[in-house]
């Protein structure tokens, strides 16, 4: 441990001898805001259509998430009990032993085996499926829930709730397609460890089909991007949201503060993935879910504190998605704006939570697909909702509804100001929305923001640094360089602006779209053909147990 301190202060003291020279936090920021500006633009390009311009990204994702919502026969839906009961362990003793074994009967495994891989034939894995899930909803459940539908409202109005909640919704498809080929191209290393993810089903999946140079290419585009996107939306997004509700609690302004807050988290953040991740997430695991229950559990007591007004924030919402505020280019505007949060939030698409989900112990992909969809619901549907609704609720306090909604409407603002006339947005307008209904809730959610934040950015430095293995081989040196970066990217985040952070957050989310969904829509049919084998399984251990065999789950 005592190595691990020194060599966090020998990276971070330059940076704190600097944090004493006024106006730092400005200058970080005049020097990031050119290449965040740059890069949204480039990863945003728009295309005409009609007489709108409109994010060739946002059009991949609408698309890809829709046809594979109609292709899957809703599986959102469909399979939504279904994902219910594999994450509750009713399937466990099949996908672990396979059902050929267990009640008799080969059809259901009926598929060529496939060398140097454990697509199938083996139940290798390190984690359970509630693990998986719990790992990968503690990447994105968080401060985009917190800050990012804050930063939804303030740009596009109530009515970017109901895009971004259309988009989770959509979302729920695609996470179960990305998903289902993380489990079925991973690979394991001699000790056992998993390596999966995107990376690996657009090289693997695409020499099956044929296309190997193609997909060479797509899996090398996506780690590069993956790489950036831990420093970006992982990472700096992350540390400058906890700064500024560390700021905002202690009363700090100006000068340094937002470097020395992000080298403080650089330590701790540091301790963790330089000096084992192991040891530190046992209490990471046991504390985060708390601050997860009781922020929704707060949310649950402002929204029946507000009861009489939950209709009108609907209606808010549902005619702010279809007649949007002044400024925002008319509904294809507000629609962008929802999709691009709510992609932020629950990254379906961008592909990065497969890399923790192909982790998981199973004979059947299909099964993980399955269980991953449950990730968008819970972080974009349930929780954003709840956050939106809590923010809205604050917005229309002591005031005619209806007066606001006109003013919204005229004026291209849902936000308030301060005494000082500036607008308040992100985790700012999230933390007063509490504390007008629970006084001083604001120094539970900033404990929370931190947690949230400390946990994302520890997941995203697991995504990075596979995509970065994935580039640079798995060497101690190649690791640590990856890892010094990504610590340098916490100081950049605490000390850059919100806008300068969410222009690059943005672009790297989301850049991970084109190659991610490029490569889903040419594997897409192997996703189908394991959706059966999973489904068929389920089906023949029901009618085995029907017709006299004993279902083995129960000892278990």
């Not at 936000?415 to 120094?443: K, Q, R």
Request: proline content about 3%; charged content about 15%.
């Amino acid at each position: 441990m005592k190595k691990i301190l020194f060599s966090l202060f020998a990276i971070l003291a330059p940076i704190l001898t600097f944090a004493q020279e006024k106006g730092l936090d400005e200058k970080v920021n005049d020097a990031f805001m050119p290449i965040a500006t740059w890069w949204e633009g480039f990863v945003l390009t728009r295309v005409p259509i009609g007489e709108y311009n409109i994010p060739f990204v946002v059009i991949l994702l609408v698309l890809g998430a829709s046809f594979f919502t109609i292709y899957f026969k809703f599986p959102n839906i469909t399979k939504f009990g279904t994902a219910i009961s594999t994450v509750r362990g009713k399937y466990v003793d099949i996908e672990k032993h396979g059902v050929d074994k267990l009640y008799n009967n080969d059809e259901a495994l009926a598929v060529e085996d496939i060398q140097n891989t454990i697509r199938d034939e083996s139940a290798h894995g390190e984690v359970s499926h509630f693990q998986a899930l719990a790992t990968a909803v503690s990447g994105t459940v968080g401060l985009g829930n917190i800050a990012g539908v804050a930063v939804a409202i303030g740009l596009g109005g109530p009515g970017a709730t109901f895009w971004m909640i259309v988009c989770g919704l959509l979302g729920m498809s695609t996470k179960f397609v990305e998903c289902t080929l993380g489990v079925k191209y991973r690979d394991v290393g001699p000790d056992g460890t998993i390596y999966g993810g995107p990376m690996y089903y657009l090289s693997k999946g695409l020499k099956e089909m044929g296309f190997g140079t193609f997909g060479k290419i797509l899996g090398a585009l996506f780690a590069i991007l993956c790489v950036g996107a831990s420093f970006g939306g992982g990472n700096a997004f992350q540390s400058n949201q906890a700064a500024v509700q560390i700021s905002s609690l202690l009363g700090l302004s100006g000068g340094s503060n937002g470097v020395i807050i992000g080298v403080v988290l650089a330590v701790f953040v540091g301790i963790v993935i330089i000096g084992g991740i192991k040891r530190i997430a046992k209490i990471t695991e046991k504390i985060v879910p708390f601050m997860a229950g009781l922020y929704i559990l707060a949310s649950l007591v402002i929204i029946f504190a507000n009861f009489g007004d939950i209709g009108f924030a609907f209606q808010l919402i549902i005619d702010g998605a279809f007649t949007p505020m002044a400024g925002l280019g008319g509904l294809v505007g507000v629609l962008i704006v929802g999709f691009q949060r709510a992609a932020f939030s629950n990254e379906a698409g961008a592909g990065s939570a497969a890399i923790a989900h192909s982790a998981v112990r199973t004979k059947y992909p299909a099964s993980e697909g399955i269980v991953a969809l449950l990730e968008p619901f819970i972080d974009t549907v349930v929780i954003c909702t709840m956050t939106a609704l809590v923010i809205i609720f604050f917005n229309i306090n002591g005031t005619d509804p209806q007066s606001v909604f006109n003013y919204t409407a005229e004026h291209g603002s849902s936000v308030i100001l301060n005494s000082n006339g500036e607008t308040i947005n992100g985790v700012d307008l999230t933390s007063l929305a509490f504390d007008s209904v629970i006084p001083h809730f604001s120094y539970v959610l900033t404990i929370a923001i931190v947690l949230f934040a400390f946990s994302t950015m520890i997941s995203w430095s697991y995504y990075g640094l596979q995509s970065w293995k994935y580039l640079f081989g798995k060497g101690k040196a190649a690791d640590l360089v990856y890892k010094i970066l990504f610590l340098m990217f916490v100081v950049i985040g605490a000390a850059a602006t919100l806008d300068a952070v969410i222009k690059f957050s943005d672009a790297m989310i989301l850049a991970l779209v084109f190659p991610n969904m490029i490569g889903l829509l040419f594997l897409f049919p192997k996703v189908r053909e394991e959706m059966k084998r999973y489904i068929g399984a389920i089906s023949i251990k029901k009618e085995a147990i029907q017709d006299g065999a004993e279902d083995i789950t129960k000892h278990m």
